[in-house]
């Protein structure tokens, strides 16, 4: 196997660990903050972090950032971090948290069309079969059709997971000129700048009270400071510095050495992993749906990077 292709590997290994860990460590301090006030706090932290790694980038690479570069972060962070994680988060109120994780795991179904259209990328057997046996995989872990399905809450969630589909794939498209940090980094700042922009407005007494009426109280007079405490303030710099910072990262990393489709299958990790991981910390029953959900994974994962790595090592051999 090239170097190369280890370096893809390691990233979305790092990737998987981070995004898997979310919900884990994040059921610490449950209840403590608003959604969207995490969201803010991850993504803005995650930002100042990556910056450093940001700037020695573009130095090392001779790259500035142009106006069209500028346009084109702000729309990543529009689509990937200001819509996509808020409307999940009003679909998860209207549709149940199963539905909307059901769908937003199978985001490497639209990544990997999204791909073959916007970057040309091949989609082979091994991708159909992989995404097939993952979509039974999660939808066995999660189980959505044991509640009636609210048909609002699960066009919500088709679109946020649509919309971080286009977010990676766009992403990726300026990764190869300015390295996965960067992309990171600048998506992550426009972002959080229309996020706080959300929030302030979120504060005007007729919107509050319009919010609160429709039944998203969550949404009206969102904080920004207040809920942080010395006892949450390590889980949140947690999931902000290592799942919001680093996750993100090594995402896009991934990306410079490997297709966005494979990169993509880490959303498929999640599902079957974090379960393994709630019973580790938590102490939470895997039941035998989850157990099933996590074979079919495991085996639509190995579908899809097996012949990936094989092909990778018959050059070295030639």
Same mark, same amino acid.
């Given at each position: 196997?090239?170097?190369?292709?280890?370096?893809?590997?390691?990233?979305?290994?790092?990737?998987?660990?981070?995004?898997?860990?979310?919900?884990?460590?994040?059921?610490?301090? @449950?209840?403590?903050? &608003?959604?969207?006030? +995490?969201? +803010?706090?991850?993504?803005?932290?995650?930002?100042? $972090?990556? +910056?450093?790694?940001?700037?020695?980038?573009?130095?090392?690479? *001779?790259?500035?950032? !142009?106006? %069209?570069?500028?346009? /084109?972060?702000? +729309?990543?962070?529009?689509?990937?971090?200001?819509?996509?994680?808020? #409307?999940?988060?009003?679909?998860?109120?209207?549709?149940?948290?199963?539905?909307?994780?059901?769908?937003?795991?199978? &985001?490497?179904?639209?990544?990997?069309?999204?791909?073959?259209?916007?970057?040309?990328?091949?989609?082979?057997?091994? /991708?159909?079969?992989?995404?097939?046996?993952?979509?039974?995989?999660? #939808?066995?872990?999660?189980?959505?059709? %044991?509640? @009636?399905?609210?048909?609002?809450?699960?066009?919500?969630?088709?679109?946020?997971? $649509?919309?971080?589909?286009?977010? *990676?794939?766009?992403?990726?498209?300026?990764?190869?000129?300015?390295?996965?940090?960067?992309?990171?980094?600048?998506?992550?700042?426009?972002?959080?700048? $229309?996020?706080?922009?959300?929030?302030?407005?979120?504060?005007?007494?007729?919107?509050? %009270?319009?919010?609160?009426?429709?039944?998203?109280? !969550?949404?009206?007079? $969102?904080?920004?400071?207040?809920?942080?405490?010395?006892? &949450?303030?390590?889980?949140?710099?947690?999931?902000?510095?290592?799942?919001?910072?680093?996750?993100?990262?090594?995402?896009?990393?991934?990306?410079?050495?490997?297709?966005?489709?494979?990169?993509?299958?880490?959303?498929?990790?999640?599902?079957?992993?974090?379960?393994?991981?709630?019973?580790?910390?938590?102490?939470?029953?895997?039941?035998? &749906?989850?157990?099933?959900?996590?074979?079919? #994974?495991?085996?639509?994962?190995?579908?899809?990077?097996?012949?990936?790595?094989?092909?990778?090592?018959?050059?070295? /051999?030639?």
């Amino acid at each position: 196997m090239t170097s190369s292709n280890k370096k893809g590997y390691l990233y979305i290994i790092i990737t998987i660990i981070m995004f898997t860990s979310y919900e884990v460590v994040l059921k610490f301090i @449950s209840g403590q903050l &608003n959604s969207m006030q +995490l969201t +803010l706090c991850r993504f803005a932290v995650g930002f100042i $972090i990556l +910056l450093p790694l940001a700037l020695h980038t573009l130095k090392k690479r *001779g790259e500035r950032l !142009d106006g %069209q570069s500028l346009a /084109h972060f702000a +729309l990543l962070g529009l689509l990937g971090i200001a819509l996509s994680m808020p #409307i999940l988060h009003v679909a998860v109120n209207y549709a149940g948290s199963s539905v909307a994780a059901v769908l937003f795991s199978c &985001n490497p179904v639209f990544v990997t069309f999204l791909a073959f259209f916007l970057l040309g990328e091949p989609i082979l057997p091994r /991708h159909i079969a992989a995404l097939v046996l993952e979509v039974a995989g999660t #939808i066995a872990i999660i189980n959505p059709f %044991q509640t @009636s399905v609210n048909l609002l809450g699960t066009g919500l969630a088709l679109l946020s997971t $649509i919309l971080f589909s286009i977010y *990676g794939v766009l992403g990726k498209r300026k990764c190869a000129r300015y390295g996965g940090a960067v992309v990171t980094c600048f998506s992550f700042l426009f972002g959080s700048l $229309i996020l706080l922009v959300i929030i302030l407005l979120s504060h005007i007494p007729a919107l509050a %009270q319009a919010l609160i009426g429709a039944g998203l109280a !969550d949404f009206a007079n $969102i904080p920004i400071f207040a809920g942080y405490t010395l006892q &949450n303030l390590p889980y949140v710099l947690f999931v902000s510095v290592g799942v919001a910072g680093v996750g993100f990262c090594c995402y896009f990393l991934a990306m410079e050495y490997q297709p966005a489709s494979v990169v993509s299958l880490v959303y498929f990790f999640k599902p079957a992993l974090a379960p393994v991981l709630a019973w580790m910390i938590h102490g939470e029953i895997i039941s035998k &749906n989850m157990l099933l959900g996590i074979v079919l #994974i495991v085996a639509g994962s190995l579908c899809a990077i097996i012949p990936g790595i094989v092909e990778a090592k018959r050059p070295a /051999h030639s």
